[in-house]
Nanobody
Framework: QVQLVESGGGAVQAGESLRLSCVIS????????VGWYRQAPGDQSDQRDW??????????NSADSVKGRFTISRDDAKNTVYLQMDRLKPEDTGVYYC???????????????WGQGTQVSVSS
């Protein structure tokens, strides 16, 4: 059973920083990529906007709206991915979810796993 657990969210003022963590646990063979997504408050459609992704090969990319402010990084020894969020803005408010593409023993092909999310609130 693979689990993703996010932490590090909170309520901050605009301009401040937060660091989110996503810890991946369980039995798996390989993690291909890990990404962060945001669901805006009051969004009834369950749509999650992509924020940033880090790939197994070491490359990463991020949405234009967070470039220069957010940095995604990973600690492979701890199976943990971080999202450093600097110069936060009110429009960054939302629930942040971690998602990973993982190869699991006994399952053909990679599978997409999601965490439960962590709330980030930025006030002006």
């Amino acid at each position: 059973q693979v689990q993703l657990v996010e932490s590090g969210g909170g309520a901050v003022q605009a301009g401040e920083s937060l660091r989110l963590s996503c810890v991946i646990s369980g039995r798996f063979k390989r993690i291909d990529a890990v990404g962060w997504y945001r669901q805006a408050p009051g969004d009834q459609s369950d749509q999650r906007d992509w924020v940033a992704t880090t790939h197994m090969g070491g490359t990463s990319n991020s949405a234009d709206s967070v470039k220069g402010r957010f940095t995604i990084s990973r600690d492979d020894a701890k199976n943990t991915v971080y999202l450093q969020m600097d110069r936060l803005k009110p429009e960054d408010t939302g629930v942040y979810y971690c998602s990973a593409i993982i190869w699991v023993e006994g399952i053909l092909g990679p599978k997409d796993y999601w965490g439960q999310g962590t709330q980030v609130s930025v006030s002006s």
